[in-house]
């Protein structure tokens, strides 16, 4: 089981850009599909990015374009570039692991971080 640590959170404004990190310690994150969820206030969670333990990638088609999702596996830490950000790209990032190749559902993720907030201001 993996134990994730989100980080790089914080304000920003609106058109700029943001990293934020996902630490990862415990077993199987080099051979884990990872993604990164975000939950907007007053919104359900949903999927942005995924990517497999060799680097294929997957986006949201609304998300692709600004958000570019990497991996490091010998750091244990997995990425998340946004980029042109809006008000509405304010909430709570999550990194997650999931053993299913390239999965887009979040029921399939087994392990969680506890998020980092992203506040775009207008």
């Known amino acids: 089981q993996a134990h994730l640590v989100e980080s790089g959170g914080g304000l920003v404004q609106a058109g700029g850009s943001l990293e934020i990190s996902c630490a990862a310690s415990?077993?199987?994150?080099?051979?884990?599909?990872m993604g990164w969820f975000r939950q907007s206030p007053g919104k359900e969670r949903e999927l942005i990015a995924v990517i497999s333990s060799g680097g294929r990638t997957g986006y949201v088609d609304s998300m692709e374009g600004r958000f570019t999702i990497s991996r490091d596996n010998a750091a244990n830490t997995l990425y998340l570039q946004m980029y042109s950000l809006k008000p509405e790209d304010t909430g709570v990032y999550y990194c997650?692991?999931?053993?299913?190749?390239?999965?887009?559902?979040?029921?399939?993720?087994?392990?969680w971080g506890k998020g980092t907030l992203v506040t775009v201001s207008s």
């Open positions: 997650a692991a999931s053993p299913y190749f390239m999965s887009r559902i979040a029921a399939q993720y087994s392990d």
């Open positions: 415990g077993h199987g994150f080099s051979v884990k599909t």
